[in-house]
């Protein structure tokens, strides 16, 4: 995905409170498929291979004449716009409360392991598997 010169993605980020990693990438296909449709809508017909039939939707170009397949360089750029749009069509999958309980078990957890219980310990242990679980 290539992003246009105006992006903020900290001023993108400020706006997705509550988003999950699966929430984010909903967000960035959504913006990429936005922002595809406007650049197509902007297409004139003198950017269109008649001959060939090229689409701006496709990453490639077939002749009905040879059938064979040829490269194209169309690239769709997503803008701070779309992005923002993205944003907020997204609800964030995993509700307030949700992540209220998860932070409870989580601080339940950490609690019945002691003070002494820190990331870092995890570290220092070589050769064994270390979870939350």
Known sequence: MQLSEDVDLQA??????GFTGADFKAM???????A???????????NVNQEHG???LKDEIISPSSNRIASTSY???VSHSNLLQACHD???SVSP???HRYSQIYESFVGSRGENFVADK??????QRVTLA
């Open 12 to 17: 993108v980020a400020d706006k997705c409170s």
């Open 28 to 34: 960035l296909y959504n913006a990429q498929l936005e």
């Open 36 to 46: 595809m449709h406007e650049q197509t809508m902007t297409w004139k017909p003198s």
């Open 54 to 56: 090229f689409s701006p």
């Open 75 to 77: 690239v769709v750029i």
């Open 90 to 92: 997204i609800q964030p």
């Open 97 to 99: 409360s949700e992540r």
């Open 122 to 127: 995890a570290e220092t242990v070589v050769g």
